[in-house]
């Protein structure tokens, strides 16, 4: 089975903190893929990865930048946090064939005070 | 991709056959139908997808119309565990990563209550 780790499912940091969210996948998948989830406005793409040290920026990268220095880990930064960054972060992987679905993370709920 | 729509939400009995429609009448040739859900302060778990036939696995079965222009999700005995927003979504795959075609974009979903 496909595992997406995420190194936490709770954060709580204060406005202006850099913020770190790390992502791991243990099935060699050459995409990887970082989203925010709030309540009305769906799934929206921050950044992608189609391999390492590559990214793309997604629909809203503004106040995020993102590093893939290794295939299996592809973390999310947040540069200053502001609190209306608070929101729930998924982080995907997907193998490079066309048909392979996403596999999500658990989610990491960030609430920026 | 092209857009779809659902019920915002459904009820079903436990142990019954739980059957989630999706219309998706703008569908192009070359899109597949792809069903997720996502259980509370969870990440969402792909569930199956498909093109033209109907698909089975584990999980569910994908009834697909001949016109492609709606389908049938199928959890054929729902059990508690299966209350969640289940979201349909159709989008165009090619063996060539673009990425411009990759994103996932989620609707509202279809928030399906299992009654004990």
């Known amino acids: 089975d496909v595992k997406v780790t995420q190194s936490s499912r709770y954060l709580v940091k204060r406005t202006g903190e850099k913020v770190f969210l790390e992502c791991v996948q243990d099935?060699?998948?050459?995409?990887m893929f970082w989203y925010r989830q709030d309540p009305g406005l769906g799934l929206r793409l921050i950044y992608f990865?189609?391999?390492?040290?590559?990214?793309e920026k997604g629909d809203i990268p503004e106040g995020y930048s993102v590093s893939r220095e290794k295939k299996e880990r592809f973390s999310l930064i947040l540069e200053s946090a502001s609190t209306n960054q608070t929101s729930m972060y998924l982080c995907?992987?997907?193998?490079?064939?066309?048909?392979?679905?996403?596999?999500f993370g658990p989610g990491t709920r960030l609430l920026v005070l | 991709d092209a857009k779809t729509t659902q019920p915002t939400s459904m009820d079903c009995a436990e142990g019954r056959a739980a059957n989630l429609p999706c219309n998706h009448s703008t569908i192009s040739g070359n899109e597949y139908v792809y069903w997720y859900r996502q259980i509370h302060s969870q990440g969402p778990q792909y569930i199956i997808h498909g093109l033209k036939n109907n698909e089975t696995n584990e999980m569910a079965s994908l009834i697909i119309t001949e016109d492609r222009k709606s389908s049938t999700l199928i959890l054929p005995h729902a059990t508690l565990r299966d209350t969640a927003v289940y979201y349909c979504i159709v989008r165009f795959t090619h063996e060539v990563a673009n990425f411009g075609n990759e994103k996932l974009t989620f609707g509202t979903g279809t928030r399906l209550t299992i009654i004990p």
């Open positions: 099935m060699d998948h050459e995409n």
């Open positions: 995907a992987s997907k193998s490079l064939a066309g048909q392979e679905t996403q596999y």
């Open positions: 990865s189609y391999d390492v040290k590559m990214k």
